[in-house]
Each structure stands twice: as C-alpha cells, then as structure tokens.
C-alpha cells in the first residue's frame, strides 16, 4: 500500500476559541491524539481543515502545522474582508486552501464565493474547499466550473446529487473520499463511478475526529477504499491527487 495522504482531518485544541454552531460544540482533538489515532495507519502528510465552530480563527491552524511539519497543509475559512497580506502570511505558515462551509455555515457564503475564491487563487495559488450537499450543486454549477479550482467534501453527501458531482469531476473537481459514515448511499460503487469519471478526482480524508458524524471513520474505510479501486486507483486517491492539489 503507498503511503497516505489525509485530505480532510480536524485539530480542536482546547488552548484556542470555540464557536458554537446550533449550540454545538465538539470534543477536543488535540495534534497529539491525532497522531497516535492515525500512526498505526500509514499517514505521513495531510490537510488540517478549519471547521465552522472555528469560525475565522487563524491562530489554531498556524500553530496545529507547526506542530505536525511540513507533511501537513492547512484549509481555512476567511472573511471576504481578508487582506492581500493576510493571505500571503497565511500562505507561508502553510495553508493552501479556502472553505467554504455552506451546509453549517461559519464562512463567508455563496455571494462572496466566487470572488473570493478567484483572489485567493490569484493571490496566492489557493484552491476552495465545498462542504454542500451535492442535491444544492446543479443549482451552481454553472458558478463552479468557472472557478479555478475547486475540490467538495464527503463524497457529496447525498446520492441524489450524484449525477451533477460526476459532471464535476470530469470538468476536473475534486473528490474528497471522507466521511463515510455521513452520506446516504453504498460508498463503494460512488468510488468507482467518480474514479471512472476522472482517475485524478479522489483524495482519501480521514474526516478525524469525525465531529457530528452518524458512523466515526473506521480503519476499515480504508480497505473498503482499496477493494472499490484496485491499485492503481487506491494509489492516487490515497497519494498522488492530493499531493498535487495541495502543491506538495
């Protein structure tokens, strides 16, 4: 098996700020229990995803990279007031992506999607990150394909969606293999329509601590991944996709 890449995992560090979302707030995941979680794994990189209960905090995220290396990325939530050289200061410490988390809020929302995500792209080479409910996707997709680069969590989350989260795909989207306990469909055949639409599109996430999650990620997931793939499609969903969407 090649060495995994995990696309989408969660730090929440007790020594930085909550924002309750819906009145919730989650348990406390520090770099430490991260990395004893996933050691057993194979995991030697990945992207450090800012949830909505971080809200703009940019404090936990620099210091969650320095901790785990030069391995890890960082994805954050901005306000569209952000400055050129807040994004520049942000690019050194690591970060490379922008989310925007439409389906529980906490980031600027989809009337500033679009230009935001064009500056920070010009700016600093960043692409954005969709947390959507893939049966909201038709009505924007037209918006998205026109953005530079663009990659959606969890598989889409509902199957309803599928069939616009192909198109996607094959215009060049990402595909955040993650969460699975969270959608509403059998993962693996999902796996091999997306890989068939676009063999780049995959990129394995942990989805750690699983914050919310009806089902945690298992170890299993990964299995259930390589049985969907074969070997050459596990070695660029676990890898090699996310490794050059994330510029490493």
């Not at 909550?18 to 009145?23: K, M, S």
């Not at 703009?56 to 952000?82: E, H």
């Not at 935001?116 to 997709?141: K, P």
Request: aromatic share 8%; with cysteine; glycine share 10%.
């Amino acid at each position: 098996m090649p060495p995994i890449f995990d696309a989408h995992c969660h730090i929440i560090d007790r020594a930085y700020p909550l924002i309750p979302n819906n009145g919730y707030l989650p348990d406390f995941f520090s770099v430490n229990d991260y990395l004893s979680r996933v050691e057993p794994l194979g995991i030697v990189g990945g992207a450090v995803v800012s949830g909505s209960f971080q809200g703009f905090d940019q404090t936990y995220l620099i210091a969650a990279l320095k901790r785990l290396g030069p391995g890890f990325v960082g994805v954050t939530q901005l306000a569209a007031s952000v400055t050129d050289a807040e994004l520049h200061t942000l690019h050194q410490h690591g970060v490379r992506g922008l989310r925007f988390n439409l389906k529980r809020g906490g980031s600027e929302q989809l009337d500033q999607l679009e230009s935001l995500a064009r500056r920070v792209h010009e700016q600093v080479g960043w692409h954005s990150e969709l947390y959507i409910d893939a049966r909201e996707l038709a009505g924007i997709e037209a918006r998205l394909r026109r953005l530079p680069a663009l990659s959606i969590d969890h598989l889409g989350l509902s199957h309803e969606g599928l069939p616009c989260l192909l198109r996607l795909a094959e215009h060049g989207v990402h595909i955040k293999a993650c969460g699975f306990g969270r959608v509403d469909f059998d993962v693996a055949p999902v796996l091999q329509q997306i890989h068939s639409a676009n063999p780049n599109a995959l990129m394995f996430g942990t989805d750690l601590p699983s914050t919310r999650a009806p089902r945690a990620f298992e170890n299993s997931d990964i299995t259930l991944l390589i049985d969907a793939l074969g070997e050459y499609g596990v070695r660029q969903a676990l890898w090699h996709n996310a490794r050059r969407f994330y510029g490493l």
